[in-house]
């Protein structure tokens, strides 16, 4: 009797401290302040309540991109998110969008920020963003893209891999799809962001990718595959107020150089 009293008695306690321990937490998404986002939402049917956010690296492999049209990224391939989120049709649904967005450290005085474009041609780069070249209006951008990576930070990872996240549609400003939804222009009224979406059935399946600081410079293009593989491809072209290229400043200061000796030599005389 006494054994089964002392078995009995160790199964009760088993289950009073079972009763207590909390239940295992899935993983919060792996992501760091500056990475670059690339986002997928729905307009309407399957997946319409709820937006899929990848952490796609740092900003700086994008811009290792310029003068470099040979550079290629794998990014990733998250189609098993996309159809458990949106359906085996995804790729086809024409109220299916995506993007990329981002932005530097908010302790940086100096905003820089980076958003897609969707290309019209498939190949062919979209039309770059405005340039932003009142801070002000850098920063303000910069704040409201911050509270959506700040929210997106804190969401549990997908089972399908540990920098996806879903993150619940809602009016709040740290929700990607308020910020794109609300208003004219995304994030805000001063980025002049008309839809930095692509839209999948209108067969936008290449993204533009644009940095924007006291000049605009396309970086290159997304595209991304029916079984959801993305791929980040580099690009030679520098579009408005970017610095000139070494070899032009310098063969331009030669030029000068050249110009002002020839006015400073002396006639020969006859």
């Known amino acids: 009797m006494k054994i089964n009293r002392t078995s009995w008695l160790a199964a009760g306690l088993s289950l009073l401290l079972a ?30 309540s709820q937006s899929l956010l990848i952490d796609i690296g740092a900003a700086s492999l994008y811009n290792a991109a310029v ?33 990329v967005f981002g932005a530097n450290d908010t302790s940086n005085p100096n905003a820089i920020l980076y958003a897609s474009r969707a290309e019209t041609t498939f190949g062919t780069a979209a039309s770059a963003w405005p340039t932003l070249t009142d801070p002000g209006d850098r920063t303000n951008t910069r704040t409201n893209i911050s509270q959506v990576t700040s929210a997106f930070a804190g969401l549990d990872a997908t089972a399908n891999s540990s920098v996806s996240a879903l993150q619940t549609n809602s009016s709040d400003p740290g929700s990607y799809s308020q910020q794109v939804t609300f208003g004219s222009t995304d994030f805000g009224s001063l980025s002049q962001w008309t839809n930095i979406q692509g839209n999948f059935g209108a067969g936008s399946e290449a993204l533009s990718l644009f940095r924007l600081n006291a000049s605009t410079t396309n970086l290159g293009a997304f595209t991304i595959s029916d079984a959801g593989a993305v791929t980040f491809s580099g690009t030679s072209v520098n579009i408005a107020g970017a610095a000139p290229e070494p070899s032009k400043a310098v063969f331009s200061m030669l030029g000068a150089t050249v110009l002002l000796m020839r006015r400073r030599r002396p006639a020969v005389r006859a």
């Open 67 to 99: 003068g470099n049209p040979n550079l290629v990224l794998n990014v990733g391939t998250f189609g098993a998110d996309l159809v458990s989120t949106y359906g085996a049709n995804w790729y086809d649904r024409t109220d299916l969008t995506w993007s």
């Open 19 to 48: 009763s207590f321990v909390p239940a295992a937490r899935a993983a919060t998404v792996a992501y760091t302040t500056g990475d670059l986002v690339l986002a997928f939402r729905a307009d309407g049917g399957t997946g319409t």
